[in-house]
T-cell receptor, first 113, second 112 residues
Framework: EDQVTQSPEALRLQEGESSSLNCSYTVSGLRGLFWYRQDPGKGPEFLFTLYSAGEEKEKERLKATLTKKESFLHITAPKPEDSATYLCAVLNAGGTSYGKLTFGQGTILTVHP | DSGVTQTPKHLITATGQRVTLRCSPRSGDLSVYWYQQSLDQGLQFLIQYYNGEERAKGNILERFSAQQFPDLHSELNLSSLELGDSALYFC???????????FGPGTRLTVT
């Protein structure tokens, strides 16, 4: 069974204090690893897709990286508006699970001004 | 705005009742997915449809069923509701089964 574990569960930062969120995964056949951002009471908003180990993607203050067992979401000089829950998910490649996204529990990020 | 619409936004109903949640995917997307999000379980995959046919199933209860219609909109039917079914229900859509999924705003179901 596919599994995704995110750490830490919660992270409190001061504005400008850079940090990283971790996503460890086990999946029978990885088709892609996704990062989403979710604000309270709203639907997840797509951030990145990573397909193979060594791949990196960047968007504004966020940078996602991927290894064979985990992914990191690096946040550089965060601002209060970056406060949200960040979700990691793996997409299974085949069989009856084709297309199924398995999500981690998320990291709740709070950035204080 | 992801382009995925869900109705209603909120639903309050009693135990034992049946409800229907509706989802319209983004224009051009053929795949529709349903997820349940509760505080203790996180975001859980329920079921996936592609162009009207069921493609993948998660831990969806037998009391729950879904379908995708010829116009590609989808409905999730929840019956014999229990207190534990209270959650946010999200619909997502994508061009195909293994592509980026775009999530709707969700339906908040409260069972009293």
């Amino acid at each position: 069974e596919d599994q995704v574990t995110q750490s830490p569960e919660a992270l409190r930062l001061q504005e400008g204090e850079s940090s990283s969120l971790n996503c460890s995964y086990t999946v029978s056949g990885l088709r892609g690893l996704f990062w989403y951002r979710q604000d309270p009471g709203k639907g997840p908003e797509f951030l990145f897709t990573l397909y193979s180990a060594g791949e990196e993607k960047e968007k504004e203050r966020l940078k996602a990286t991927l290894t064979k067992k985990e992914s990191f979401l690096h946040i550089t000089a965060p601002k209060p508006e970056d406060s949200a829950t960040y979700l990691c998910a793996v997409l299974n490649a085949g069989g009856t699970s084709y297309g199924k996204l398995t999500f981690g529990q998320g990291t709740i990020l709070t950035v204080h001004p | 705005d992801s382009g995925v619409t869900q109705t209603p936004k909120h639903l309050i109903t009693a135990t034992g009742q049946r409800v229907t949640l509706r989802c319209s995917p983004r224009s051009g997307d053929l795949s529709v997915y349903w997820y349940q999000q509760s505080l203790d379980q996180g975001l859980q995959f329920l079921i996936q449809y592609y162009n009207g046919e069921e493609r993948a199933k998660g831990n969806i209860l037998e009391r729950f069923s879904a379908q995708q219609f010829p116009d590609l909109h989808s409905e999730l039917n929840l019956s014999s509701l229990e207190l534990g079914d209270s959650a946010l229900y999200f619909c997502a859509s994508s061009v195909g089964p293994a592509r980026r999924q775009y999530f709707g705003p969700g339906t908040r179901l409260t069972v009293t």
